[in-house]
């Protein structure tokens, strides 16, 4: 799968939910670091785990997790052009500095589904204006640091 996606890559822009080699995908962990020029993509709702998924990915601007995602450690860590991540109601948990160094991300909104965040969540995020949380989740060390 992953020479399938370094190919597909390259247009800067992934449809998941329009290529049928990808539906029922669970686990995107560690596909698409370092991808520099994908700037936008849009995930299947069957993909659970995104650990490491877009680290690095320097021009990915905006996403949309998908309801059900359980693992996001470190998922947008080093997303320097990131600007506007949907989290949706059903996501449980935001993971460990999974917004770690996102120095464009300015506003975010947390449903009330979100019941943890995890170590360094926002680490660096210096242009971070406006967090709101729906919920009352458990914070994790240095969140915000």
Do not use: W
Not at 83 to 96: E, F, N, Q, R, W
Not at 114 to 121: K, P, R, Y
């Amino acid at each position: 799968m992953r020479n399938v996606l370094y190919r597909t890559y390259e247009k800067r822009q992934l449809l998941f939910v329009e290529n049928p080699h990808f539906l029922g995908v669970k686990s995107l962990a560690c596909v698409f670091e370092g991808c520099s020029s994908l700037v936008n993509i849009k995930l299947p709702e069957s993909v659970t785990d995104l650990e490491e998924a877009f680290v690095d990915c320097e021009s990915l601007t905006t996403l949309a997790l998908p309801k059900g995602v359980t693992n996001t450690d470190y998922t947008f860590r080093g997303c320097t052009g990131l600007v506007s991540v949907t989290i949706p109601d059903g996501v449980s948990a935001l993971g460990d500095a999974i917004f770690m160094d996102c120095d464009s991300l300015a506003f975010l909104e947390i449903p009330k589904s979100v019941t943890a965040i995890g170590n360094d969540a926002f680490k660096n995020c210096s242009s971070l204006e406006s967090l709101k949380i729906k919920g009352q989740p458990s914070l994790g060390m240095r969140v915000f640091r």
